[in-house]
């Protein structure tokens, strides 16, 4: 079929009109990723600032979490011999996926934040941050994302956080009889596999430190 000389006029204004929409289109989104990229980048630095902090949070008089140390966050990559090392001996239901350095106001190390991510939870991925001092305390941790049952596994935060808080490293261990022990993790009612879940991410992240402090993956 041959094709007129006003529609091929016709095509071309077309496509012209259709380009130039594309281009105004292209430039006012650079504009506007530009205009906002430093506002974003900084509004994450402080969320992610703001969440390394929670965990070495103590309660206060008033049995409200304070910030008693200030500290600056630098991330370090994570150790790959020591994630190795963890999967070696068993630890595969949770993986370390963030490591921060905590450091007092003259640069003295004062511990890590660990991001943990446990693959176990009953509705999905659970990820959360835990702080850990060069004293060897467990401070505290601080649920990032989970997707519990409501009522149930999503009362994480406010049953199974406090749990974890000023505790000395070892391997804790879930009961539903009540905790009588320093190890001993009280799970949420009707929720033992989100309880198992942070349980075991937690000790997963315990190990994780306790290898980087004997050497690494290469330590026998």
Do not use: H, W
Not at 75 to 90: Q, R
Not at 164 to 188: H, Q, W, Y
């Amino acid at each position: 079929m041959k094709i007129t000389k006003e529609e091929i006029i016709k095509i071309l204004k077309d496509t012209a009109v259709i380009f130039a929409i594309t281009l105004v289109a292209g430039l006012g989104l650079g504009f506007v990723y530009e205009l906002t990229k430093d506002p974003i980048a900084k509004q994450e630095a402080q969320a992610q600032a703001d969440a390394c902090n929670e965990v070495f949070k103590e309660v206060g008089a008033e049995g409200k979490l304070e910030t008693k140390v200030e500290l600056t966050f630098n991330e370090i990559d994570v150790d790959e011999k020591a994630s190795a090392k963890l999967v070696e001996e068993g630890y595969t239901g949770a993986y370390v996926d963030s490591l921060y350095e905590a450091k007092l106001a003259d640069g003295t190390l004062y511990g890590y934040v660990i991001g943990v991510t446990s693959k176990e939870g009953y509705g999905g991925n659970i990820k959360f941050y835990m702080g850990i001092t060069t004293d060897d305390i467990l401070k505290g941790i601080s649920i990032l994302s989970i997707s519990e049952t409501p009522g149930l596994g999503m009362n994480a935060p406010t049953v199974l956080v406090p749990q974890f808080r000023n505790k000395k490293l070892e391997e804790f261990v879930v009961v539903k009889t009540g905790a009588l022990s320093s190890n001993e993790i009280d799970a949420i009612t009707s929720a033992t596999i989100t309880s198992n879940a942070v349980t075991g991410g937690v000790n997963t992240g315990v190990r994780f430190y306790q290898i980087l402090n004997e050497g690494g993956s290469d330590n026998e």
